[in-house]
T-cell receptor, first 112, second 112 residues
Framework: KQEVTQIPAALSVPEGENLVLNCSFT??????LQWFRQDPGKGLTSLLL?????REQTSGRLNASLDKSSGRSTLYIAASQPGDSATYLC???????????FGKGMKLTVNP | DAGVIQSPRHEVTEMGQEVTLRCKPI?????LFWYRQTMMRGLELLIY????????DSGMPEDRFSAKMPNASFSTLKIQPSEPRDSAVYFC??????????FGNGTRLTVT
């Protein structure tokens, strides 16, 4: 059974820092990996999707990498801003299924 | 596009009552998912549909829960009878195959 882990559960940093968020998964036979952002009282917003054949994806100040063999992904946030404060979740799909398995998320607070 | 639309946003009901949650996916998306989010268990997949057909309902907790998708633009999740432990935020999401998942803003259910 696939398990997705995000450590730490929470992180508080001053504005301007470059951040690395970690995600690990137990079964490396994934189809793709997605990073999401969730603001309080809202649904999840997809930030980046990495196919199993890709190593990384970039969008603006965000860069996500994938190492399937080690079961790890990282989300890099450059020059963090207070508006980046949210909960970040990663999720993976297994081959042959569209079922996404989520980690429990990491709550990020960026202080001005 | 208005995104995934869920109704109601909040539902408060008494134990034993029937609850129906509604979802309108993004037009053209052929996958629809129902998730439940709690602090303790995080995001759990309840059921997902492909082209209106249920594909995986292994996450549906018990027979009190049922989901239907009568057409490509509408789905319901019904709980009958409801219990206090069903209190959670229920999310609907939709996507194309192997594409970013789009979430609604959720229905916060409270069963007293």
């Amino acid at each position: 059974k696939q398990e997705v882990t995000q450590i730490p559960a929470a992180l508080s940093v001053p504005e301007g820092e470059n951040l690395v968020l970690n995600c690990s998964f137990t079964d490396s036979a994934i189809y793709n990996l997605q990073w999401f952002r969730q603001d309080p009282g809202k649904g999840l917003t997809s930030l980046l999707l990495i196919q199993s054949s890709q190593r990384e994806q970039t969008s603006g100040r965000l860069n996500a990498s994938l190492d399937k063999s080690s079961g790890r992904s990282t989300l890099y946030i450059a020059a963090s801003q207070p508006g980046d404060s949210a909960t970040y979740l990663c999720a993976v799909t297994q081959g042959g299924s569209e079922k996404l398995v989520f980690g429990k998320g990491m709550k990020l607070t960026v202080n001005p | 596009d208005a995104g995934v639309i869920q109704s109601p946003r909040h539902e408060v009901t008494e134990m034993g009552q029937e609850v129906t949650l509604r979802c309108k996916p993004i037009s053209g998306h052929d996958y629809l998912f129902w998730y439940r989010q709690t602090m303790m268990r995080g995001l759990e997949l309840l059921i997902y549909f492909n082209n209106n057909v249920p594909i995986d309902d292994s996450g549906m907790p018990e027979d009190r829960f049922s989901a239907k998708m009568p057409n490509a633009s509408f789905s319901t999740l019904k709980i009958q009878p409801s219990e206090p432990r069903d209190s959670a935020v229920y999310f609907c999401a939709s996507s194309h195959r192997n594409s970013p998942l789009h979430f609604g803003n959720g229905t916060r259910l409270t069963v007293t």
